[in-house]
């Protein structure tokens, strides 16, 4: 069963910093593409950025809004993905949501995701 | 970035209606189109990818269709674990992954 549990949820003071993880389990953590979302306190969703599998070459895509702040990475040998969010701002509030992704159509570059399975999330409160 | 845009924001139905939503995109995103269904409290979850490919386990129910900019989600015959917030979600302008603003279903 695929499993994704996100952990690191805090709240923290605007400037700050926080590392979220996502921590899978149920496939081959390596082979996914892996992605980050986010959904502020009654709003909708936002993608965050996303990290592709090295067979895609590992590269890493941010969102306007968390570009130069924020920074994914992943270790395959232990199935993690992680957020680092730096400097954090209050319009950071919202749950944090790890998904895999999966290719829609192959032979197009970049390829484009879809994203079959979501953790719970976890919360992200930025407030002095 | 292409904005997508889904009508109406809310709906009110009962169980056993037919419902549909629409999710517009600001220009083509081809057949890039996938769905999800939030639950409060719950994570988003992936209904349909592609326009009109269903995701394991997802009842039969629930279809979509369209293409270039115009899609939609149809629901044939509504069950009460269906009232959830739908989000229509484009792929195309990857990897600005940029979702509609939510349509809420709720019990008439």
């Known amino acids: 069963e695929v499993q994704l549990v996100e952990s690191g949820g805090d709240l923290v003071k605007p400037g700050r910093s926080l590392r979220l993880s996502c921590t899978a389990s149920?496939?081959?953590?390596?082979?996914?593409?892996m992605s980050w979302f986010r959904q502020a306190p009654g709003k909708g969703l936002e993608w965050v950025g996303f990290?592709?599998?090295?067979?895609?070459?590992?590269?890493?895509e941010y969102a306007a809004s968390v570009k130069g702040r924020f920074t994914i990475s992943r270790d395959d040998s232990k199935s993690i993905a992680y957020l680092q969010m730096n400097s954090l701002k209050t319009e950071d509030t919202a749950v944090y949501y790890c998904?895999?992704?999966?290719?829609?159509?192959?032979?197009?570059?970049?390829?484009?995701?879809?994203?079959?399975?979501w953790g719970q999330g976890t919360l992200v409160i930025v407030s002095s | 970035d292409i904005q997508m845009t889904q009508s109406p924001s809310s709906l009110s139905a009962s169980v056993g209606d037919r419902v549909t939503i629409t999710c517009r995109a600001s220009?083509?995103?081809?057949?890039?189109l996938n769905w999800y269904q939030q639950k409060p409290g719950n994570a988003p979850k992936l209904l349909i990818y592609?326009?009109?490919s269903l995701q394991s386990g997802v009842p039969s129910r629930f279809s979509g269709s369209g293409s270039g900019t115009d899609f939609t989600l149809t629901i044939s015959s509504l069950q009460p674990e269906d009232f959830a917030t739908y989000y229509c979600?484009?792929?195309?302008?990857?990897?600005?992954?940029?979702f509609g603003q939510g349509t809420k279903l709720e019990i008439k």
């Open positions: 998904t895999r992704g999966l290719i829609i159509v192959r032979g197009v570059w970049p390829p484009p995701y879809y994203f079959d399975y």
């Open positions: 592609a326009v009109s």
């Open positions: 990290i592709r599998s090295k067979a895609y070459g590992g590269t890493i």
């Open positions: 220009q083509s995103i081809s057949s890039y």
């Open positions: 979600q484009q792929s195309y302008s990857t990897p600005l992954y940029t």
């Open positions: 149920g496939f081959t953590f390596g082979d996914y593409a």
